[in-house]
């Protein structure tokens, strides 16, 4: 089975502080995805990822960036975190660019004080 | 840009059908998506479409593609309350990023 684990299911921080959420997959997968899942708005995409040392900006990615060193892990930063920065956020990952069938870690929900 | 439009909740009695209705405005598009996430966990993918089928059948799912109308609907069968979740319609054009709806959240009562 496709395994793709984020660092934290809860994060609290506070305004101002820099904030990384990791996401691993475990199935050698070229494509990797980030999201934030927020009431009413479902999820928007922040930024992707086709290979490594390689993003693609999504729909929303302002006060964001990201890192993929290594093909299995995808990094989101958020270099000063501010409050609307209070969300749910998915990872994702694919091994095709066509079929695309994305699997979903479980997701973190980070609170910003 | 390209949207995915779905209604936001719908509440069935168990053992009815659920349909969930999704319009989406890309007429490229090649692939649609049924994702499934329940409370507190990330999406799981249900089953998927490619835009030259108009039914795909899977158990107790039944999506319905019209292409002309831009048109994808779920029908759930039998419906359990353990199909309580939302319900993400998504589509895909070759090679771009999934685009997805606000989800339908299902709720069935006994």
């Known amino acids: 089975d496709v395994k793709v684990t984020q660092s934290s299911r809860y994060l609290v921080k506070r305004t101002g502080e820099k904030v990384f959420l990791e996401c691993v997959q475990d199935m050698d997968h070229e494509n990797m995805f980030w999201y934030r899942q927020d009431p009413g708005l479902g999820l928007r995409l922040i930024y992707f990822s086709y290979d490594v040392k390689m993003k693609e900006k999504g729909d929303i990615p302002e006060g964001y960036s990201v890192s993929r060193e290594k093909k299995e892990r995808f990094s989101l930063i958020l270099e000063s975190a501010s409050t609307n920065q209070t969300s749910m956020y998915l990872c994702a990952s694919s091994n095709q660019r066509d079929l695309e069938t994305q699997y979903f870690g479980p997701g973190t929900r980070l609170l910003v004080l | ?47 998927y479409i490619f835009s030259n089928m108009d039914m795909k059948q899977d158990q107790r799912l039944t999506v319905l593609l019209n292409k002309k109308d831009k048109h994808l609907s779920l029908r759930i069968a039998d419906t359990q309350t353990g199909d309580s979740a939302i319900y993400f319609c998504a589509s895909k054009e070759a090679g771009t990023a999934l685009i997805f709806g606000k989800g339908t959240t299902l709720s069935v009562s006994s």
């Open chain 2, 1 to 47: 840009g390209e949207d995915v439009e779905q209604s936001l909740f719908l509440s069935v009695r168990e053992g009815d059908s659920s349909v969930i209705n999704c319009t989406y405005t890309d007429s490229s598009s090649t692939y649609l998506y049924w994702y499934k996430q329940e409370p507190g966990a990330g999406l799981q993918l249900l089953t």
